[in-house]
């Protein structure tokens, strides 16, 4: 059984930066593909950005974060990290960590694509 465990979250003032980071226990079929998605209370789960862990990584994001989030992996610390510039505070949320062996390309940001799931770092950005 893989095990996800986020971290990196915490408070941060609008137009900052902040850095997280999702550890897997092991390096298995079920983290080839690696994902971040953010919930905020009363809010749907809304996917991120993903990447495929393999030989050529291949980074997916949604409009939301495009060009503001970078999505790296680094298979030698079994580590993907979120990197997020220019938050803002509505995007203060439940940040949470998933993975899949295999994602369909066109519904890389759905919630059902993914098999295993870190509890979450809390991330808030104050005005």
């Known amino acids: 059984q893989v095990q996800l465990v986020e971290s990196g979250g915490g408070s941060v003032q609008a137009g900052g930066s902040l850095k997280l980071s999702c550890v897997r226990s092991?390096?298995?079929?079920?983290?080839?593909?690696m994902a971040w998605f953010r919930q905020a209370p009363g809010k749907e789960r809304e996917g991120l950005a993903a990447?495929?862990?393999?030989?050529?990584?291949?980074?997916y994001y949604s409009d939301s974060v495009q060009g503001r989030f970078t999505i790296v992996p680094d298979n030698g610390k079994n580590t993907v990290y979120l990197q997020m510039d220019s938050l803002q505070p509505v995007e203060t949320a439940m940040y949470l960590c998933?993975?899949?062996?295999?994602?369909?390309?066109?519904?890389?940001?759905?919630?059902?694509?993914?098999?295993?799931w870190g509890q979450g770092t809390q991330v808030t950005v104050s005005s």
């Open positions: 998933a993975s899949a062996p295999w994602v369909d390309r066109d519904k890389w940001c759905s919630s059902d694509q993914y098999k295993v």
């Open positions: 092991a390096n298995s079929y079920l983290t080839n593909y």
């Open positions: 990447i495929y862990t393999g030989p050529t990584p291949s980074p």
